[in-house]
């Protein structure tokens, strides 16, 4: 084989898609915080001592700007001229509380969500054309991938936003206008334990505000992402699996052939271990991911009423701004766990349906109670859930906004 034919090979070969392909977004993020959310295959070792070194660091910052925010509620809880500030810092401290818990309900579940990836991993279409044809690879790689760099984008836009606009006003105000009352100001409110202004140490304080913004976006955008990716691998096993047994024909000389017949109930068969596979991996991946999910509902409400609130008082357009950012966010961030969470479920109820529309009626009983096993395990709904609480799906979301409203009602009565 020529030099050029053993290029062009290796280049097909590079062009089939792998499992980590789905996975590579969701690493990239966890890895910039220091964590490793689940071992590769094969390997048992333990994370880097540089991913364990930049991820304790995350930590400690985040607990010195947990430190300063609190503070401020404290020292202001009860001045309604800073009832804004207040406000604001609540949704804060509730965005960092929750993009810890997140993170830690990950690594406290690595070696369940290791275990699951090894299994994804083993049932992946093989890097071959016609078995990633069949699955529909490519189609279903380009649409989680638009998912998850559009709600990546969407976080790292409000980061940016939130943390460089009063630096970059602060610029604006000295340097081109001249103006006599620009001053330097923090990103996020805080009380320091240390007078930053008008010396270097402002850059210090800034730079903290800055980090810790970044590791708590990305905790929420990379476990997120994750679900999207584990997600939609499910939805396209479910949809390959319902192609299939609609497409499923018995040969023609099954009924005088036993040895024809019975390769016929094997590969029923296969197609029912193959279903009974699924289903056992979305119970690990509602095990894995229960409680950030049941984390995001329940904050992003309390952050949705409070930010919704803080918009009905007159501000200026700047925070007027920042704080629908912040609120198409939140409820962006609770549309796409319902979206992803109802493409599971019509995807697994499709396979009742497949059952159905196959050619059952030319199979003998055994066949015939073969395919009412694989049918009534198909009944059984699969979705994401919110651990015991709550069963995801685009309902959820009208629920969501409802209990948002009554909240932001609340808080709006004890205002006035």
Known sequence: MSANQIAVADKSQEAYVTFDDFMTLPIFFYRTIGVDPYESTGSKSVPSRWLYVIFMMHVINIAFNFGAETTVIVLYYDDMESIVD????????????????????????????????????????????????KYQVDYYLRRCRFFMRGFSGLYLFLVVTYSFYVYIKYLIQHWILESVDAEKAMPYYSVSPWDWHDNWSYYVMYLIQVVAAYMTTTGHISTDILIYA????????????????????????????????????????????????????????????????????????????????????????????????????????????????????????????AAYEMSWFEGDQRFKKMLVLITLRAQKTVCLKATIFLDISMETMTMFLKMSYRLFCVIRTMYQ
Do not use: W
Not at 99 to 125: G, H, T, Y
């Open 86 to 133: 207040v406000c604001m810092t609540i949704c804060y401290l509730g965005h960092d509380i929750v993009s810890l818990l997140k993170i830690f309900s990950v690594q406290r579940q690595r070696a369940k969500l290791s275990a699951l990836v090894r299994e994804m991993k083993s049932i992946f279409p093989a890097p071959n054309r016609e078995e990633q044809r």
């Open 230 to 353: 584990v997600n939609m691998q499910l939805v396209m096993h479910f949809d390959y699996l319902s192609r299939e047994l609609s497409e499923f024909r018995l040969n023609k000389q099954s009924k005088n052939d036993g040895k024809c017949y019975a390769k016929d109930l094997n590969l029923l068969q296969d197609l029912i271990a193959y279903h009974n596979k699924l289903l056992s991996l979305s119970d690990v991946t509602n095990s894995v991911f229960g409680l950030p999910l049941l984390l995001n509902f329940l904050t992003s409400s309390v952050m949705v009423c409070f930010v919704g609130f803080q918009m009905t008082l007159g501000l200026s357009v700047y925070h007027t701004v920042k704080l629908a950012i912040f609120l198409l966010s939140a409820v962006t961030e609770i549309y796409l766990i319902c979206y992803f969470s109802d493409l599971l479920i019509v995807a697994s109820e499709g396979v009742a349906s």
